[in-house]
């Protein structure tokens, strides 16, 4: 806390032209301008494989399981994306909400903290669908895939990345990708990077960050009676 408020402030103000300059002397009211020097804010590296539980009062279950991999700019990372859509489509939203039940899941790569998660919500299940995050690995590695799988997940990826959003959405995002050197540039280094990805890609990081069981992170949230009917081992058990 100290770290950050200590820090010389940086402000975004959208809105109108013909309003900046009343906006730019009431914001200059509320908040003096100071000469506070800029230090940077980082967090120590956090690779340490975690198994929690949450207990806690709730009738369904929330499961998620996550691997170490990239940030957002190694080469890896777009195939990760890509990744996420494939095993999503493919198997996980099968096995999850229409044959397990659970109102929602999927697998995606986060770039942000450098981590692949699997995913479900308000779940009947727990260690079933734990299997299935690592099933759906299985799945994807001994089953061949056509194009069109590969091309259905890309265009999700561009579509993501082409959404439109408000004027003010898209001042605020431009300005979160400057101030983490993500702009223009960066922005087409990933999309020719998911446009270029193949299949074979796809195999090669599937086999490289998600099938070292030593190195993935679980954690559930669930009630007391559904842990008890479970035979999960290993977990650090929190009560909340």
Same mark, same amino acid.
């Given at each position: 806390?100290?770290?950050?408020?200590?820090?010389?402030?940086?402000?975004?103000?959208?809105?109108?032209?013909?309003?900046?300059?009343?906006?730019?002397?009431?914001?200059?009211?509320?908040?003096?301008?100071?000469?506070?020097?800029? /230090?940077?804010?980082?967090?120590?590296?956090?690779?340490?494989?975690?198994?929690?539980?949450?207990?806690?009062?709730?009738?369904?279950?929330?499961?998620?399981?996550?691997?170490?991999?990239?940030?957002?700019?190694?080469?890896?990372?777009?195939?990760?994306?890509?990744?996420?859509?494939?095993?999503?489509?493919?198997?996980?939203?099968?096995?999850?909400?229409?044959?397990?039940?659970?109102?929602? !899941?999927?697998? /995606?790569?986060?770039?942000?903290?450098?981590?692949?998660?699997?995913?479900?919500?308000?779940?009947?299940?727990?260690?079933?669908?734990?299997?299935?995050?690592?099933?759906?690995?299985?799945?994807?590695?001994?089953?061949?895939?056509?194009?069109?799988?590969?091309?259905?997940?890309?265009?999700?990826?561009?579509?993501?990345?082409?959404?439109?959003?408000?004027?003010? !959405?898209?001042? %605020?995002?431009?300005?979160?990708?400057?101030?983490?050197?993500?702009?223009?540039?960066?922005?087409?280094?990933?999309?020719?990077?998911?446009?270029?990805?193949?299949?074979?890609?796809?195999?090669?990081?599937? %086999?490289?960050?998600?099938?070292?069981?030593?190195?993935?992170?679980?954690?559930?949230?669930?009630?007391?009676?559904?842990?008890?009917?479970?035979?999960?081992?290993?977990?650090?058990?929190?009560?909340?």
């Amino acid at each position: 806390h100290d770290i950050v408020t200590q820090n010389k402030k940086q402000f975004l103000l959208v809105g109108e032209e013909p309003n900046f300059t009343s906006q730019q002397q009431l914001l200059s009211t509320l908040w003096p301008s100071d000469n506070a020097p800029t /230090s940077t804010f980082t967090l120590p590296q956090c690779r340490e494989q975690v198994k929690q539980c949450w207990i806690t009062n709730t009738q369904v279950n929330f499961c998620a399981k996550a691997y170490p991999t990239v940030p957002s700019d190694h080469p890896d990372a777009a195939p990760l994306v890509i990744l996420g859509g494939v095993l999503r489509n493919g198997y996980l939203h099968r096995s999850i909400r229409e044959q397990g039940g659970a109102y929602g !899941g999927g697998a /995606s790569q986060e770039s942000n903290i450098a981590a692949f998660r699997f995913y479900s919500y308000r779940d009947p299940r727990l260690s079933d669908t734990l299997t299935d995050f690592d099933l759906a690995v299985q799945w994807f590695l001994d089953n061949d895939h056509s194009g069109d799988v590969l091309e259905e997940a890309i265009l999700g990826v561009i579509g993501a990345l082409d959404k439109p959003s408000s004027p003010a !959405g898209e001042a %605020k995002q431009a300005f979160q990708n400057r101030l983490f050197n993500r702009g223009d540039e960066f922005q087409n280094r990933f999309r020719q990077r998911v446009l270029s990805t193949t299949l074979d890609d796809l195999t090669r990081v599937t %086999k490289a960050y998600l099938t070292d069981a030593s190195t993935c992170s679980t954690a559930v949230i669930t009630s007391q009676q559904n842990w008890d009917n479970e035979e999960l081992e290993g977990f650090t058990i929190q009560t909340v």
